[in-house]
């Protein structure tokens, strides 16, 4: 490596490093006392870099130098864009793969499996051995009170006219609880084992704050979708957001094949297997519900999906 030009001026000795750069020359700018100095890294360039040198500087052939230093400098900026994305996809493989051996705690999973159980069972033995009203006592919980008259307003959309059932506003963690009430005991293991696997993966990898805002949200828009449309409130389960859970990871892997998410294809069949059964007869199942979850899964992942590509 040999000394080329010593300069005072830091901007100028960089545009002189690529300029030098475009012309397939490699040099090191240094910093000594208060001057920079410019290096050829490749002594054999040392002739024609220190010709170059003389040309632009020395002699004022400046237009020939402007054209090379943007050549440069657009190379060295693309150069730079392209390492840091590198890093940054390091980085991110890095995380995946710390999650991947010591994968993060599940606490909001494992949370919500508990309180439908122990709801489940209060209903269960508070109605069985106490004698207590067990319609009274899921009432507290569904997404309105099937005993009290509800307002009907009617809504008109596109010339057609919707009757409109009126929300619990003044109560609104009942658009939420209908998630935690289960009326058999197959109704609650079915739901809380998909739970297990897919909330667990989904808060596994993008943290309990994430999951709690979907359930809610999930929750909240499966259970008035099937309010609305099946003009009933005697329906509850967490089925809905089972479904909006499968509906994250089903699109967020077909967006994005990279994430790591592990699903197994016979669950996914049965679901949708499930899904479409219960519209094609009367099973007492909310199959809005469950549509709407899913639907609001898929958009969930889509707009999260967009909002990681803008991040990174």
């Known amino acids: 490596m040999r000394l080329l030009r010593a300069l005072d001026d830091e901007a100028t000795a960089q545009r002189l490093l690529d300029a030098l750069s475009d012309q397939g020359i490699e040099t090191e700018l240094k910093r000594s006392d208060s001057r920079f100095t410019v290096w050829v890294i490749d002594e054999q360039n040392m002739p024609r870099a220190g010709a170059l040198c003389r040309d632009w500087l020395d002699d004022g052939q400046h237009e020939a130098f402007e054209q090379s230093y943007g050549r440069g400098a657009r190379a060295r900026e693309l150069t730079a864009r392209i390492e840091e994305r590198r890093q940054r ?116 990898f993008h943290g309990t704050r994430y999951l709690a805002a979907f359930v809610v949200v999930c929750g909240a828009v499966s259970n008035i979708a099937q309010y609305e449309l099946s003009k009933n409130a005697q329906f509850a389960g967490m089925s809905g957001v089972v479904y909006g859970l499968l509906g994250v990871v089903w699109m967020r892997r077909r967006l994005d094949p990279q ?42 992942a889509y707009l999260s999906h967009k909002l990681a590509s803008l991040r990174a």
């Not at 509800?150 to 619990?168: H, I, K, Q, R, Y």
């Not at 935690?180 to 197959?186: D, I, P």
């Not at 790591?260 to 809005?288: C, E, R």
């Open 89 to 204: 996809h390091i980085e991110a493989m890095a995380r995946q793969l710390q999650q991947f051996v010591r994968p993060r705690p599940t606490p909001l999973t494992w949370g919500l499996i508990a309180l439908c159980t122990a709801v489940f069972l209060a209903i269960w033995l508070l109605s069985d051995a106490f004698g207590r009203d067990e319609q009274a006592m899921i009432s507290m919980l569904t997404i309105v009170d099937p005993r009290r008259p509800v307002a009907v307003s009617f809504v008109t959309l596109f010339g057609f006219t919707f009757p409109w059932l009126e929300l619990p506003w003044r109560e609104p963690w009942r658009l939420v609880t209908p998630i935690l009430v289960h009326f058999w005991v197959m109704h609650i293991v079915f739901n809380l084992i998909f739970l297990r696997d897919l909330g667990r993966l989904i808060e596994m």
């Open 259 to 300: 994430i790591g998410y592990a699903l197994s294809k016979p669950i996914t069949q049965f679901m949708m297997i499930w899904l479409a059964i219960g519209f094609l007869g009367d099973f007492h199942v909310a199959n809005w519900c469950h549509l709407f979850g899913l639907l609001v899964g898929c958009a969930w």
